[in-house]
């Protein structure tokens, strides 16, 4: 009998989070079928239709019914007949916010509940995300409101770092159902074409928000062109700070280009030219960090050394004079050093290329790791 899991996550799919897909498409036991209440507003990753849920395409939902029906769990009895011809055997909830929306399918169609944890969701101390302010405070308000029930009720919490279980700890998870699996990626997905020299380009990719730390970056810049005026800085992703951001490299840097949000194959394809690439992320003033950067790993895969922080769960994606160089949050002088030392040095980057993709190979491979999720199923399903 085939084994479903209902893959949860409330607007399906934001296009940042194909590590989801990527993990559900390395199924060899289970079958995911995705469920949630909305689609995603802006264009989302395209998911199969045969596998895919969404509350508002079967009945109607608006803002406040959301509201009502998170805090009541009452309604949508045509929803619930169709999760529950799925015949699923668990619940596997992405993020913590949807882990506390998931207890309501937990209740109604008795089944177990797993939730992984990613970063913000268990290191944002006040709130300052989301679309609107009104909107996300409720929903902020609820998930405090909701999150030591939601520990005593889940089955099994996953963190994607060591970092991440510590913090599940100390907002009162207990230990016990916590596990650890980091993300992961197909090796065989990010292969480097060896036969391409690489280009004085500094890479940048990810999301322009101040958790990231762009700004220190291109303040490094700056110092590594009056020295090194041939290395450009090539900044890929899109966020509210773009505008400022342009306006800080148009002051300071000779040579930059802001690409803006990329499909997978134009950043893969410049992770395949670039001399390295540089994560320098920091901890945000509500307290946002890093579980576990995605982009390293990519980037090491493709044996593009890399310079992060001493941050979050960075520390555990990249090895500090081992598969890449970490500075402390927010030094742009230590990261100039660190580009003009992998810069000027082509051994020291080999070094770190052939390190790294064997650490992705070995610990952050999705394929095995998934084996890894698959025997949790098992468990908590026994």
Partial sequence: MEKRVIIYRDELLPYSETFIPAQVENFSVYTGVYVGTTRCRHKGYPLPSEQTLVLSEVEKFTPRRKQLFFLTGLGYPHWFERLHSLSASLIHAHFGFDGVRALILKRRLKLPLLVTFYGYDITVNQPSLGDSREQYDFWYRFYLWQRQTLFKQVDCCIAI???????????????????????????????????????????????????????YLIQAMANVQAIKPELELVVIGDGKLRPDLEQQ?????????????????????????????????????????????????????????????????????????????????????????????????????????IAGRQRVEQDFNVKRNTTTLEAIYDQICG
């Fill in 249 to 353: 490299a148009a002051a300071s840097l000779k040579r930059y280009r802001f690409l803006g949000a990329q499909p997978p194959e134009v950043i893969q394809s410049w992770m395949n030219r670039a001399l390295l690439l540089s994560a320098p992320s920091i901890t945000a003033d509500n307290g946002n960090s890093e579980g576990l950067c995605v982009v390293t790993l990519e980037a090491q895969a493709m044996r593009l050394p890399v310079i992060a922080s001493f941050h979050g769960g960075m520390q555990e994606a990249v090895l500090h004079n081992q598969t890449g160089l970490l500075a402390d949050e927010g030094d742009w002088q230590a990261i100039a050093q660190h580009i003009l030392t992998l810069a000027e040095n082509p051994d020291l980057r080999e070094k770190f290329a």
């Fill in 161 to 215: 770092s060591d970092f991440i279980r510590a913090k599940l700890i100390e907002n009162g998870c207990p230990e016990d159902k916590i596990k650890v699996i980091y993300l992961g990626i197909d090796p065989d997905q990010f292969k480097p074409d060896l036969t391409r020299p690489r280009e004085p380009v500094v890479l940048f990719v990810g999301r322009l928000v101040s958790k990231k730390g762009c700004n």
